[in-house]
């Protein structure tokens, strides 16, 4: 063979395998970033859990964050079925502020807010204050907070929320804990060891769902 011929040869040989290996690190780095991507999006991933406290002497109603990025609420949907009810939070269902007792804390305005890793904002807040040798106004806290609890349990919270990336994603759970006769009870709330990773209660098959929805 000419030696021309073979060094052109071998110089077309040459610059395939290098194109090959371009193309192969090109790919490889795409999908090392991407992974990478995913990683980080993963590791500051809010997980939303509502946080239901429902005691004989008052309830509770808190939004928490059980995971380690910010979570940032973009819509809350308080539904009540029997009624055909869509309200923007639990004090639209319930108007507090026209009971005859003090509500303990009570939050509107939702929309925008950002909840920190590991913190929690007190949706409802209602307990006894325990007044002594005042039976009217026991008797007026025990009716207003038995009809709270009764039309909290028939209700369903649904979050529509974001991370620190614009990721949307849904959370929603019934609220049929709350029910008055659950009040007090030695597992209420359900106990850490009897939940999944979403705070779903294994025990009682209460779900709380957590899923992606698409972007607007």
Same mark, same amino acid.
Request: avoid cysteine; charged fraction near 25%; hydrophobic fraction near 40%.
């Given at each position: 063979?000419?030696?021309?011929?073979?060094?052109?040869?071998v110089?077309?040989?040459?610059?395939?395998?290098?194109?090959f290996?371009?193309?192969?690190?090109? *790919?490889?780095?795409?999908?090392?970033?991407?992974?990478?991507?995913?990683?980080?999006?993963?590791?500051?991933?809010?997980?939303?859990?509502?946080?239901?406290?429902?005691?004989?002497?008052g309830f509770?109603?808190?939004?928490?964050?059980?995971?380690?990025?910010? *979570?940032?609420?973009d819509?809350?949907?308080?539904?009540?079925?029997?009624?055909?009810?869509?309200?923007?939070?639990?004090?639209? *269902? *319930?108007?507090?502020?026209?009971?005859?007792?003090?509500?303990d804390?009570?939050?509107q305005?939702?929309?925008?807010?950002?909840?920190?890793p590991?913190?929690?904002?007190t949706?409802?807040?209602?307990?006894?204050e325990?007044?002594?040798?005042?039976?009217?106004?026991?008797?007026?806290?025990?009716?207003?907070?038995?009809?709270?609890?009764?039309?909290?349990?028939?209700t369903?919270?649904?979050?529509?929320?974001?991370?620190?990336?614009?990721?949307?994603?849904?959370?929603?759970?019934?609220?049929?804990?709350m029910?008055?006769?659950?009040?007090?009870?030695?597992?209420?709330?359900?106990?850490?060891?009897?939940?999944?990773?979403?705070?779903?209660?294994i025990?009682?098959?209460?779900?709380?769902?957590?899923?992606?929805?698409?972007?607007?």
């Amino acid at each position: 063979m000419d030696m021309n011929i073979f060094a052109d040869v071998v110089q077309v040989v040459t610059a395939i395998g290098a194109l090959f290996v371009a193309g192969w690190s090109f *790919l490889t780095s795409r999908k090392m970033a991407s992974i990478q991507r995913t990683h980080n999006h993963q590791s500051f991933r809010p997980i939303p859990y509502l946080r239901q406290g429902n005691f004989k002497s008052g309830f509770s109603l808190e939004l928490a964050n059980e995971g380690v990025g910010p *979570l940032i609420i973009d819509r809350v949907m308080v539904r009540l079925a029997a009624e055909n009810l869509n309200v923007p939070d639990f004090v639209s *269902l *319930l108007e507090p502020e026209k009971d005859p007792v003090f509500w303990d804390r009570y939050a509107q305005k939702l929309k925008g807010r950002t909840v920190p890793p590991q913190k929690a904002i007190t949706l409802l807040s209602l307990f006894n204050e325990g007044r002594e040798n005042d039976p009217e106004y026991d008797a007026q806290f025990n009716a207003v907070s038995k009809a709270a609890r009764t039309r909290l349990s028939k209700t369903l919270f649904r979050l529509e929320y974001s991370d620190i990336y614009g990721n949307p994603f849904t959370y929603h759970v019934a609220l049929d804990w709350m029910a008055p006769e659950n009040a007090g009870l030695v597992d209420q709330g359900a106990l850490e060891a009897d939940r999944d990773e979403l705070g779903s209660d294994i025990r009682t098959k209460t779900a709380s769902v957590v899923q992606p929805r698409d972007k607007a």
